[in-house]
């Protein structure tokens, strides 16, 4: 087997992990470049033990620790940029690597270690690391609609265990508007059935027509936000929900969404 | 399941705040790794450079010549 045949096939996926781990495409090429030239030259060998796809990614992380500090936060300008490649920067280099080579890259925590050249417990410990300084960048305030009030407590505990604020729990459309109004929410989550027969869609609905701000519905009637409202939420959870489904949703609402409020 | 346990007082925001274990950590980064592959699907599906490919070559060459001389 020759070099090309072993690692040819997957060069897309470290320009893709370049590029996420620099924040551009020209910068994470030319890392790329510097390991592939390391290559050439004979300076550093593939190491393949574990797979070719894993010595190329150890290869190319020697290469580019060699040339950042470890405070290094990529190419961020310090500014707190709300899109989602300048929030994967703004997490510290080794946490971030251990990110994306699990979550993006699909390596194993195995796999992801010996890239690293870290033990998997360090392993571990970054991607807690990682995921706490993800959700500390994405702190915010959060309205809950809706009128079940265990329900509410329930989601209200859920919520603030994950750092956020909530700003209000409106029971009714007329409720959630107004607190909506009076406090200005990074994150809406609702129910669909309200406590006076209105409806969480409508005042979804009123609340995007003033402001935009990512919303999930979370609902025991999942089919009614299915058949032809005019709303088209990316984010449904049906009831009872799992909790871990809850922030897993939260979670990706917020670092996707173009305009989440950051709370300072 | 809600643990509070280990509250981390140097994060900035430590209300009733709890870290995740490992196993949260990884499945709430899943769900944002599958978005991150359809965001970067563009740079997975464009042709690589051209000087990557000469790169390995030229390797596989050097490999190929040196295989000759100690033979």
Redesign the interface.
């Known amino acids: 087997m020759?070099?090309?045949e072993d690692?040819?096939p997957h060069?897309?996926?470290l320009?893709?992990y370049a590029?996420?781990l620099t924040g551009a495409?020209k910068s994470g090429?030319a890392y790329?470049?510097a390991a592939?030239?390391a290559?050439?030259a004979?300076s550093q060998a593939v190491e393949s033990s574990m797979g070719p796809r894993v010595g190329l990614y150890r290869l190319f992380h020697v290469i580019w620790s060699s040339a950042t500090s470890p405070n290094d936060r990529g190419d961020d300008d310090g500014s707190q940029s709300p899109d989602?490649e300048a929030r994967?920067r703004r997490i510290p280099p080794l946490s971030r690597q251990s990110?994306l080579l699990?979550?993006?890259e699909?390596f194993s925590n195995a796999e992801a270690a010996a890239v690293m050249d870290v033990s998997e417990d360090e392993l571990?410990k970054l991607?807690?690391a990682?995921?706490?300084e993800?959700?500390?960048e994405l702190?915010t305030e959060v309205l809950i609609i809706e009128d079940e009030p265990i329900i509410a407590v329930d989601i209200e505990?859920?919520v603030?265990?994950?750092?956020h604020?909530v700003t209000a729990i409106a029971a009714t459309r007329t409720e959630a508007v107004t607190a909506a109004r009076s406090r200005r929410p990074g994150l809406v989550l609702a129910d669909i059935q309200l406590a006076d027969g209105s409806s969480g869609i409508d005042a979804v609905a009123d609340i995007l027509d003033e402001f935009d701000v990512p919303v999930i519905f979370i609902t025991a009637y999942p089919e009614r936000l299915l058949t032809g409202e005019r709303l088209e939420p990316a984010f449904l959870i049906s009831k009872p929900f799992l909790?871990?489904m809850v922030?897993?949703?939260i979670?990706?609402a917020l670092?996707?969404h173009p305009r989440a409020a950051h709370?300072a | 399941m809600m643990t509070d346990r280990d509250n981390d007082e140097n994060a900035p925001n430590a209300r009733s705040k709890s870290s995740p274990n490992a196993g949260e950590a990884k499945q709430r980064q899943r769900v944002l790794g599958e978005r991150l592959r359809e965001m970067f699907e563009d740079v997975v599906n464009e042709p690589i450079p051209d000087d990557f490919l000469k790169l390995l070559e030229q390797a596989d060459e050097k490999a190929a010549n040196t295989d000759d001389k100690s033979e």
Request: positive net charge; without cysteine; proline residues 5%.
């Open positions: 020759s070099l090309v690692l040819g060069l897309p996926y320009r893709r590029r996420a495409q090429d790329v470049r592939l030239e290559i050439a004979g989602p994967i990110f699990t979550a993006v699909g571990a991607i807690v990682a995921q706490r993800i959700e500390d702190a505990h859920l603030k265990s994950m750092g604020d909790p871990d922030k897993a949703a979670g990706q670092f996707f709370v």
